[in-house]
């Protein structure tokens, strides 16, 4: 073969990325199929401009096909008519120059001349490629291409034209599942594929256990949009196990921190990552951090970091979701320029202006031709700027194939205006503010469809100002009454929390009904209504819960106090006693924010808040925000409506949200549709412990909370346990409950329904001793809080801080024991049907009775599973754990153990405890040899278990009880005497 075939007129210079070129293209075309005669790759290679051009044939003319007659040796080739339309220039584009070469001189000579080239380039090639191959990760790499369908093949080449031609090739690349990850096979892919209804991000970060800037800012990030997220530390050793194939872990996107911990994870544990990321469809998302360098594994250089002046996104990423791109903008910003690999796979998103006309690449869209899955390089490693903030969200919801946190782009606004007629002399708008109101009111409708001003009223300040023009403004508000939407305050606009009955609350709502009836103000059947102040909404004040539904029939309210003010992103809604509890949002204008210097830090300050600051993210953040503004806001330098306004054209112009707004019932349909979680009762908090909470709580109430509580499980001697405790002085329990007696059993349902007034009611009203003067502590005891899977989490919510006892006794015994109890209740399904009938049914029987009896005997001895749920909420250290068979042998020595933990004094329980020979247990003493001992149902005496049911329950515990023993060990818990003997 001659050099001007092989090589052309090139210089030696690139005679190494020649012959590394040559070997993926030889390796690619006998991996090609015989392909359809429709298409034929026709080269023309142009010394001049080194340019190959690949044109479609038709269907081949008759002066066509006498000369393919005169050219036999082509048909010896078939697999070599490549279906494909190429035009590219460049050195970049070196492989497919030489490809078309190539093709043309095995076209051109014999069989045997061929086959002696392939030898002599393979020979030549090959050493030359291993040494470049540990420089340089291709973008295709010829032991791994794959064999790719005519139309998958079709569409990446058409990119490629379009690209060079000046046209976004970004989405039609992406749609191709074009890959070179090692044993890949698409079938199996497409086959394996898991569903999950929503998203989960994993972060990978090296600095776990000292945090940084970015991983907190990822994490504000997170947490706003409802996202859920695992952090997990790069230095552990179990790393690979998050995304191993067989796990149970689902995760949409993983997002390293450094792009060192993704680089140094090895090509092994690349390698399942990227398979794993291929299974699942996940996403890659991978930051700089402080390297400096050329990253392979990206084909991607990175350079110093450099303070941008300038930021353009390319509008026709797809990428963007929220964002709205083609716009730059103009700021100030750390960014970390990338050199990218000239590629159609790959592409610039975003854009920064180094120095004057300088710019440079910083963030890159990697389509996934070389590991099989989508991957982005993100240059900003500052997260504070507000384009960046959505930028990044933007990123992951694009990387997801799974929906992360609320994919919507609609946004629904309601402004209220809480007390229009409140306000000093002097403050309060005149005719011509509220002609502006209703101005604007028709003028945002244009942007926001339907919308209007939701207006609160307290009848008693009507016309009190002593101003003639805002008595006028006063009545110019009631005549255009029926431009606006209307809901009732307090008639006097007092504070619910200081009117300790529903009476007084009902008598002040029905003069504000008569005012609205008597000035036509068409506020019924709106079945809304606000708390001035936010008083009585949360924490719960149940005389007004009780009057809005007497009265107004209140159906929708708001707060900003649930679960705390602070942060906003944070407000939930709830729903309690019938009425749905909405997350208000504050937007800086309050009753003194009269002028524009009376905005907190200044005009310019309400201006960073709109733009890009707190009020932006708060409607990107929440699908239904309701914000509070006041009658000063709109009268003297109309603050208001200057507000909505900058904020409606300032989402228009950067984002491609869709504003709209519906009455406060219908929104708070849509807002519990997208949350239905948030549709329950509200998680209970200690009202005691929020200087927020306490301004707007009863003053007579008092925070009588326990702080040592009981857990269970059932069966294990807990009531034995409550008695015992009850003996310390320096312990008191609630008072008994009228049907569940000791066991109040609050944070089931559905106790937990009745509110935190009714539990904190069973508690004496002072913390102090029976006898002394010293502190004592509060506890209680409810066996079935221990299996109930919401009350770890309901729990740490009112009792953060509580220490928790619960009882491990074998769970054969316990399995028993319950289902002996159930027979000697008269318990139908236990008297019909025998113990081993009962836990060797399957899991799916038919007979719904027996299950739920199985269920009862088996399930709460899942030690391992129960107690992995409390240690979510809880720390080891609050958590005592007592054996068993130790409580009933040597109840004094786990006494003693109980006594230290809680930190009290330490009393010699043998004092006070007797055996009872008749019980068969310790009871408390009496005199001098009588005993107090439980009632009747304590204490049974029963026949002994079958063998059939022993060995049953322990094939089926022992899996169980290895997970218990495992636990225990890690967190240095003692192992009961019963589980000694698992292995």
């Not at 709205?324 to 159609?344: H, N, Q, Y």
């Not at 005497?977 to 698992?982: C, P, Q, T």
Request: overall charge positive.
């Amino acid at each position: 073969m001659s050099r001007a075939c092989f090589l052309g007129r090139h210089s030696p210079h690139h005679v190494r990325s020649i012959r590394y070129r040559l070997f993926t293209v030889y390796s690619a075309l006998f991996s090609c199929k015989p392909l359809t005669d429709n298409f034929r790759l026709l080269v023309n290679h142009q010394i001049s401009s080194r340019r190959l051009v690949a044109r479609e044939t038709h269907t081949p003319t008759a002066a066509s096909h006498k000369r393919r007659q005169t050219r036999p040796h082509r048909e010896k080739y078939p697999g070599l008519s490549v279906h494909a339309h190429v035009t590219m220039t460049g050195k970049d584009d070196d492989t497919t120059l030489y490809s078309a070469l190539l093709l043309r001189c095995l076209l051109r000579h014999s069989s045997r001349r061929v086959l002696v080239t392939l030898i002599v380039i393979v020979a030549v090639t090959v050493p030359f490629l291993l040494l470049q191959m540990r420089t340089q990760s291709p973008i295709v790499s010829g032991s791994q291409y794959p064999m790719l369908p005519e139309d998958m093949k079709k569409g990446i080449v058409d990119a490629f034209r379009k690209e060079e031609e000046g046209e976004d090739t970004k989405q039609q690349i992406y749609n191709y599942s074009f890959v070179t990850d090692q044993n890949y096979e698409p079938d199996t892919m497409a086959a394996a594929s898991v569903d999950a209804s929503k998203g989960h991000v994993l972060i990978v970060t090296e600095h776990f256990q000292t945090g940084s800037r970015l991983l907190q800012q990822i994490s504000v990030l997170l947490d706003a949009q409802r996202i859920g997220y695992t952090v997990v530390d790069a230095k552990d050793e179990k790393l690979e196990h998050q995304w191993q194939l067989h796990s149970s872990n689902i995760y949409s996107v993983i997002v390293f921190d450094t792009v060192l911990v993704y680089v140094g994870l090895g090509q092994s544990k690349l390698h399942s990552l990227h398979s794993y990321c291929r299974v699942q469809s996940a996403g890659l998302l991978v930051f700089p951090g402080s390297f400096i360098g050329r990253v392979p594994p990206l084909a991607t250089m990175v350079q110093k970091p450099a303070t941008a002046t300038t930021i353009w996104v390319d509008a026709k990423s797809s990428l963007l979701r929220v964002l709205k791109g083609g716009r730059t903008l103009k700021t100030s910003v750390e960014a970390i320029p990338l050199m990218m690999r000239r590629s159609a796979y790959y592409n610039a998103v975003v854009k920064v202006e180094i120095k004057s006309k300088v710019w440079k690449s910083v963030v890159i869209d990697d389509r996934g031709v070389q590991v099989g899955a989508r991957r982005v390089v993100f240059g900003l490693m500052d997260l504070s700027l507000w384009m960046v903030k959505l930028l990044f969200v933007d990123v992951l919801r694009s990387l997801s194939p799974r929906p992360l946190g609320y994919m919507m782009l609609e946004r629904k606004i309601l402004v209220d205006i809480d007390d229009i007629f409140v306000a000093k002399s002097g403050t309060k708008f005149v005719w011509k503010d509220v002609q502006a109101m209703v101005d604007f009111q028709d003028w945002i409708q244009t942007e926001i469809p339907g919308f209007r001003f939701n207006l609160g009223l307290s009848g008693w300040y009507y016309l009190k100002s002593s101003l003639v023009s805002e008595q006028d403004g006063d009545r110019a508000v009631v005549e255009k009454a029926s431009h606006f939407w209307w809901f009732g305050h307090i008639f006097d606009h007092s504070q619910p929390h200081l009117h300790n009955t529903t009476a007084s609350l009902v008598s002040l709502m029905q003069q504000n009904k008569q005012f609205t009836r008597s000035h036509n103000i068409p506020i019924e059947g709106n079945h809304y209504s606000i708390a001035p102040h936010h008083s009585g909404v949360y924490p719960v004040h149940e005389a007004l819960y009780e009057a809005w539904r007497h009265v107004w029939d209140v159906r929708v309210t708001s707060t900003e106090e649930y679960p705390h003010l602070r942060p906003a992103y944070s407000r939930r809604g709830f729903i309690y006693k019938g009425i749905s509890v909405l997350p208000r949002q504050t937007c800086g204008l309050f009753t003194h924010t009269y002028m524009k210097s009376d905005y907190p830090g200044g005009f310019d300050r309400m201006v960073e808040s709109v733009e890009g600051g707190e009020v932006f993210f708060t409607i990107i953040n929440s699908p239904v925000a309701v914000f509070m503004t006041h009658l000063s806001n709109y009268g003297n330098d109309r603050l208001a409506l200057v507000w909505l306004n900058m904020t409606v054209q300032f989402i228009k112009k950067w984002t491609n949200l869709r504003l709209s707004t519906s009455p406060p019932v219908e929104l708070a349909k849509y807002y519990f549709s997208l949350f239905p979680d948030e549709a329950t009762t509200p998680f209970w908090q200690n009202p005691c412990q929020d200087k927020r909470h306490v301004e707007i709580w009863p003053k007579h109430k008092e925070c009588r909370l326990p702080s040592v509580v009981v857990i269970g499980p059932q069966k294990t001697g807990t009531t034995a346990l409550h008695q015992f405790l009850s003996l310390h002085p320096e312990l008191q329990s609630n008072r008994l409950h009228p049907t569940s007696y000791e066991e109040l059993q609050f944070f089931r349902d559905p106790n937990y329904g009745n509110g935190l007034d009714w539990y904190m009611s069973f508690f004496p009203s002072t913390q102090r001793r029976k006898r002394s003067n010293a502190s004592v502590l509060l506890f209680e005891k409810s066996a079935n809080y221990f299996d109930y899977p919401l009350a770890p989490k309901r729990m740490s919510y009112l009792l953060p801080k509580a220490k928790l006892i619960a009882i491990l006794l074998n769970p054969m015994q316990r399995s028993y024991s319950w289902y002996q109890h159930q027979r000697s209740h008269g318990e139908k399904t236990a008297l019909h049907n025998s113990f081993h009938d009962v836990i060797t049914q399957n899991s799916s029987c038919s007979n719904q009775a027996v299950c739920a009896l199985r269920n009862r005997c088996l399930i709460p001895g899942h030690y391992a599973e129960h107690l992995n749920r409390w240690l979510t909420y809880y720390k080891p250290s609050q958590i005592h754990l007592v054996d068993g068979d130790e409580l009933v042998r040597h109840p004094e020595l786990a006494m003693d153990k109980i006594q230290k933990f809680l930190g009290i004094t330490t009393y010699d329980y043998l004092k006070w405890l007797r055996y009872d020979r008749r019980k068969g247990f310790f009871c408390e003493a009496q005199g001098f040899s009588s005993t107090k001992c439980l009632g009747k149902g304590k204490g049974r005496v029963y026949q002994s278990m079958d063998n059939k049911s022993r060995q049953f329950l322990t094939r089926y515990f022992r899996p169980h009880n290895v997970q218990l023993k495992s636990l225990l060990l890690e967190h240095h818990w003692t192992i009961p005497s019963w589980l000694d003997v698992v292995k």
